[in-house]
């Protein structure tokens, strides 16, 4: 029997799969990245002090154009509750004040991707977390090898702006804003 949890994080990569599909050019290639290699990240700051929290279960997909050597899409899910900050109690809290059972997976999905010089990458789409869609725009890198592409960037998260309601410690909360990192790496053979 698959509990609820399992069922959403299934629909949710089945809908990225079908997403990536549907968009493919006749010239590019769904690639699923490397979940052994793949990161996303989040810091956050307190008056105390500030903490780090990584996910290892990044499911990621994009469309590769192998005639340009560009990625044409992407999109991403990540459950909240593979957060990992090294501190189980923050862990808990995270997902009691972000309401990870209801609202079990952050998602990005593009609409655009602008590849300037040197492998920047302007990505443009929807980042879909607590329940609230919004547009956003990622500054990203990428480098690639034969075997690998390399993507990695950033960007910062207004909890507010997702209904999501500060953490705080002594009574006093969190900054608003979540620093993002990612690094997630394709397999290009």
């Given amino acids: 029997m698959f509990s609820i949890n399992q069922i959403r994080y299934g629909l949710t990569v089945a809908a990225l799969i079908l997403l990536t599909g549907f968009i493919r050019s006749n010239t590019s290639r769904k690639v699923v990245a490397d979940r052994r290699g793949s990161t996303v990240s989040y810091t956050m700051n307190h008056a105390i002090h500030t903490w780090d929290a990584v996910s290892h279960d990044v499911n990621c997909a994009m469309n590769y154009n192998d005639q340009t ?8 899910s990540i459950k909240i509750a593979s957060f990992d900050s090294g501190n189980g109690n923050r862990d808990s809290h995270g997902m009691e004040v972000m309401e990870g059972l209801k609202y079990p997976n952050v998602t990005f999905v593009s609409q655009s991707i602008e590849t300037g010089a040197d492998g920047k990458l302007t990505i443009k789409g929807t980042l879909t977390f607590h329940g609230v869609a919004k547009p956003v725009v990622i500054q990203a890198t990428e480098k690639a090898t034969k075997e690998q592409l390399r993507v990695e960037g950033g960007f910062d998260v ?10 705080s410690f002594l009574g006093v909360k969190t900054d608003d804003n979540v620093k993002m990192t ?7 053979s």
Avoid at 69 to 76: C, P, Q, S
Avoid at 160 to 167: F, G, L, S
Avoid at 182 to 188: D, E, K, M, Q
């Fill in 69 to 76: 050597k560009h990625i044409d899409n992407v999109a991403v």
């Fill in 158 to 167: 207004s909890l507010t702006a997702y209904d999501v309601e500060r953490p």
């Fill in 182 to 188: 990612f690094v997630i790496l394709f397999p290009l």
